[in-house]
């Protein structure tokens, strides 16, 4: 087992399932079409993610989710079954890139960290669109469909060419996001 490329494909695990969250095919795009070019190397199990006919599907998926963010309660309605998805789509990136591992070792790392990054960020995008939709009556969703899809794109290519810092970024993004709820808790108890 060699633990430099061990670490290496567990961050871009966490990178890509981390921009799961934020959309569900985008990732699996950005990690099929790398797979399709060799850029990085997919577990044996999922070589047919890199075959043309899953970049074509995840290609035709990705603009599907992304043109139907911006319809206003489509993007409500995506986000419903987006969370289930997101779990299941972290989960399978992190299974995807995990390489030299035994199956039970790389399946409970996928599902704990691919699915639970992904549902955890998932989540509370969720939660910040229908916070969007009940103060704003939907207008807002719009930005945060293009600073979701920004951030997946970004988060997705950063997990393939410089994967250490992909997880910097999702650190930060975990940071940030216990920082709102620490303060959104203080303000709650202000106001009691």
Same mark, same amino acid.
């Given at each position: 087992?060699?633990?430099?490329?061990?670490?290496?494909?567990?961050?871009?695990?966490?990178?890509?399932?981390?921009?799961?969250?934020?959309?569900?095919?985008?990732?699996?795009?950005?990690?099929?079409?790398?797979?399709?070019?060799?850029?990085?190397?997919?577990?044996? !199990?999922?070589?047919?993610?890199?075959? =043309? %006919?899953?970049?074509?599907?995840? *290609?035709? +998926? $990705?603009? &599907?989710?992304?043109?139907?963010?911006?319809?206003?309660?489509?993007?409500?309605?995506?986000?419903?079954?987006?969370?289930?998805?997101?779990?299941?789509?972290?989960?399978?990136?992190?299974?995807?890139?995990?390489?030299?591992? !035994?199956?039970?070792?790389?399946?409970? =790392? %996928?599902?704990?960290?691919?699915? *639970?990054? +992904? $549902?955890? &960020?998932?989540?509370?995008?969720?939660?910040?669109?229908?916070?969007?939709?009940?103060?704003?009556?939907?207008?807002?969703?719009?930005?945060?469909?293009?600073?979701?899809?920004?951030?997946?794109?970004?988060?997705?290519?950063? !997990?393939?060419?410089?994967?250490?810092?992909?997880?910097?970024?999702?650190?930060?993004?975990?940071?940030?996001?216990?920082?709102?709820?620490?303060?959104?808790?203080?303000?709650?108890?202000?106001?009691?």
């Amino acid at each position: 087992m060699d633990y430099p490329e061990l670490i290496l494909s567990i961050s871009i695990g966490i990178g890509l399932a981390a921009a799961v969250g934020f959309r569900v095919f985008l990732p699996l795009l950005v990690l099929s079409v790398a797979g399709h070019y060799n850029i990085i190397p997919l577990n044996e !199990s999922w070589q047919w993610a890199g075959s =043309l %006919a899953a970049v074509i599907t995840l *290609g035709v +998926a $990705t603009i &599907v989710e992304v043109f139907g963010y911006y319809i206003p309660w489509v993007d409500t309605i995506l986000d419903t079954i987006a969370v289930p998805l997101a779990a299941a789509a972290g989960t399978a990136v992190m299974a995807a890139t995990v390489t030299d591992m !035994s199956p039970v070792f790389t399946w409970a =790392l %996928a599902i704990i960290a691919g699915g *639970g990054t +992904a $549902t955890f &960020v998932q989540g509370n995008t969720t939660a910040a669109r229908l916070t969007s939709t009940a103060t704003t009556g939907g207008l807002a969703n719009p930005i945060f469909t293009t600073v979701e899809t920004g951030t997946s794109v970004v988060l997705s290519i950063l !997990s393939i060419v410089f994967p250490f810092v992909a997880v910097v970024l999702v650190l930060l993004i975990f940071y940030f996001i216990f920082k709102f709820y620490k303060k959104l808790q203080k303000k709650r108890q202000s106001t009691t």
